[in-house]
């Protein structure tokens, strides 16, 4: 697309919603296929990652066991946690209009270029037990040194 000028990107990467704000020609059919394809390439595999857990969930509904529960959120939470931050940031982004003018873009791009996948291994190692033993323990040391 060409450019009005020497502009910069105001964001820490190239992104389409930013390109497309710097364009010289006529943005609106830009702005359909850049939503079609992130209705294609985000809600599709959303739904099937959500599928599979809705799948997952009947399963484990059919057991006969008061654990039911815990096994549910034990083999989906985590999991789930994960996609809910990264789908949901980025759907946000990239189905808003692209008129809205707020610095909420860099922000959102940031989490889920950086935040997200830095997090996501804290947030599937916190389902085992051993790491969970470790974090009480160096939280009861941190509180018991803080008292002395």
């Given at each position: ?8 990107v105001?964001n820490f990467?190239?992104?389409m ?24 390439f985000?809600l599709?595999?959303?739904s099937?990652?959500?599928?599979s ?6 399963a ?39 008129t809205?003018?707020?610095q909420?873009?860099k ?15 804290l947030?599937?190692?916190l389902r ?7 974090i ?5 040391i ?7």
């Open positions: 697309m060409p450019r009005c000028g020497h502009q910069e105001d990467s190239c992104e919603p930013a390109l497309i704000k710097m364009a010289c020609v006529y943005s609106k059919v830009i702005e359909v296929v850049v939503f079609a394809f992130g209705v294609v985000l599709v595999p959303l099937l990652i959500l599928i857990y809705g799948v997952i969930t009947q484990v509904m059919r057991i006969k066991s008061a654990a039911r529960c815990r096994k549910i959120l034990n083999t989906c939470g985590s999991n789930l946690t994960v996609v809910s931050l990264f789908y949901g940031t980025i759907i946000y982004m990239y189905t808003k209009p692209q809205s003018t707020s909420n873009g922000l959102l791009s940031l989490f889920y270029t950086i935040v997200i996948p830095s997090f996501n291994p947030i599937h190692t085992n037990k051993d790491v969970k033993s470790v009480k323990r160096i939280l009861w941190k509180k018991w040194l803080a008292k002395s």
